[in-house]
């Protein structure tokens, strides 16, 4: 097993559980503004890191310069995961897990682009039914339209959503018939 798929399953379940905590509270957006600094400051500082990441240097004075550091700065939730990091000695992967903690932050606040191609430019008031509708379909809450405009649709539009194509063009109609005419002459 290579070191990084190690540490990817010792930062997931204390990602996870950061989340769970920040669901409870309410808290999602601003921890993950509070893991933003954590992670610049983690970056700039060569030092601190050193200091956190030092097994020779006991959990209180770890604590003690974590509290200083962060007390009155970051998301109470935020501070005690890290404190409890630093007793459960997983302080070494806390860039880690914050990452992990942003990477499942971004997929469940995820968004789809659904490619819409019609013959006929919308009004808002049909881009907003479309919006719903997709957000129905995929259940996710933000959907973006890119739409490009093709007269050779005659009628209707086409949606893709990743590999997923709707066609609810009259083109689209008349090569399924097509297809099915020809299909039965054989």
Do not use: C, H, W
């Amino acid at each position: 097993m290579s070191t990084k798929t190690l540490v990817q399953q010792l930062s997931q379940p204390y990602a996870e559980a950061l989340l769970e905590t920040a669901k409870k509270s309410n808290s999602v957006d601003t921890i993950v503004e509070d893991v933003n600094i954590v992670l610049q400051i983690l970056s700039e500082s060569t030092s601190l890191t050193e200091f956190l990441k030092n097994p020779l240097i006991n959990i209180t004075s770890k604590k003690e310069a974590v509290k200083k550091l962060f007390d009155n700065q970051l998301n109470k939730e935020l501070l005690v995961f890290i404190l409890l990091l630093i007793d459960r000695k997983r302080i070494s992967y806390l860039s880690d897990i914050l990452n992990r903690y942003l990477e499942f932050v971004y997929a469940l606040e995820s968004f789809v682009v659904a490619d819409v191609i019609t013959s006929i430019q919308f009004t808002d008031q049909q881009k907003q039914d479309l919006i719903k509708k997709l957000q129905q379909m995929t259940g996710k809450n933000n959907v973006q339209l890119n739409i490009a405009l093709d007269s050779s649709l005659i009628a209707g539009f086409t949606i893709q959503i990743g590999s997923k194509i709707i066609d609810t063009s009259l083109k689209g109609q008349l090569k399924e018939i097509g297809y099915f005419l020809g299909a039965s002459n054989k």
